[in-house]
T-cell receptor, first 118, second 111 residues
Framework: DAGVIQSPRHEVTEMGQEVTLRCKPISGHNSLFWYRQTMMRGLELLIY????????DSGMPEDRFSAKMPNASFSTLKIQPSEPRDSAVYFCASSLLLRTGVFNYGYTFGSGTRLTVV | QKEVEQNSGPLSVPEGAIASLNCTYS??????FFWYRQYSGKSPELIMS????GDKEDGRFTAQLNKASQYVSLLIRDSQPSDSATYLC???????????FGKGTMLLVSP
């Protein structure tokens, strides 16, 4: 299994530009999570999908952020327009939810996208 | 009060010693607890999970859970320099299907 695949690994963009981060979850996993990690705030949940449906997007900072999961094997996180305070490492993770609140075994994280907005 | 709290460290231990990492959580109804290890510049990787009070051992790692005290810990026996990393505590709160992470404790194991 190739694990959770994220792209790009690094992204440097200018303030005001649109940024799109991509994620391919592990085949057979039905839950996908986008997290953001900074030194100040640690790992913060942005959005959670179950069976391609957004379940909890309460962590999405503001309207500049949007996420989609058009099918079980692909998700995107878009920031438009980007701002310097969006600079962080963005992780995608996937898992298999057996029933509400019960995962087969934790999350598997992708390698992350380091975003720098200048 | 933060939902999941960890001492940021660094916690410095000599090679071969026992490293003890601690985590407290605020939601008394929390049900699932995880420890992740994150090397610098890498993604978190799951090393232990624990769901009931008591100890759970896996090789050199022991997770301990005390729900009454809202406390979970990770012991690493015979610490190795390769154990040097940040250890993240994660909690599944009652009514949620997602994990809330602490900010992590940096562990440094010196040869």
């Amino acid at each position: 299994d190739a694990g959770v695949i994220q792209s790009p690994r690094h992204e440097v963009t200018e303030m005001g530009q649109e940024v799109t981060l991509r994620c391919k979850p592990i085949s057979g996993h039905n839950s996908l999570f986008w997290y953001r990690q900074t030194m100040m705030r640690g790992l913060e949940l942005l959005i959670y999908f179950n069976n391609n449906v957004p379940i909890d997007d309460s962590g999405m900072p503001e309207d500049r952020f949007s996420a989609k999961m058009p099918n079980a094997s692909f998700s995107t996180l878009k920031i438009q327009p980007s701002e310097p305070r969006d600079s962080a490492v963005y992780f995608c993770a996937s898992s298999l939810l057996l029933r509400t609140g019960v995962f087969n075994y934790g999350y598997t994280f992708g390698s992350g996208t380091r975003l720098t907005v200048v | 009060q933060k939902e999941v709290e960890q001492n940021s460290g660094p916690l410095s231990v000599p090679e071969g010693a026992i490293a003890s990492l601690n985590c407290t959580y605020s939601d008394r109804g929390s049900q699932s607890f995880f420890w992740y290890r994150q090397y610098s510049g890498k993604s978190p990787e799951l090393i232990m999970s624990i769901y009931s009070n008591g100890d759970k051992e896996d090789g050199r790692f022991t997770a301990q859970l005390n729900k009454a005290s809202q406390y979970v810990s990770l012991l690493i026996r015979d610490s190795q320099p390769s154990d040097s990393a940040t250890y993240l505590c994660a909690v599944r709160r009652s009514g949620y299907s997602t994990l809330t992470f602490g900010k992590g404790t940096m562990l440094l194991v010196s040869p």
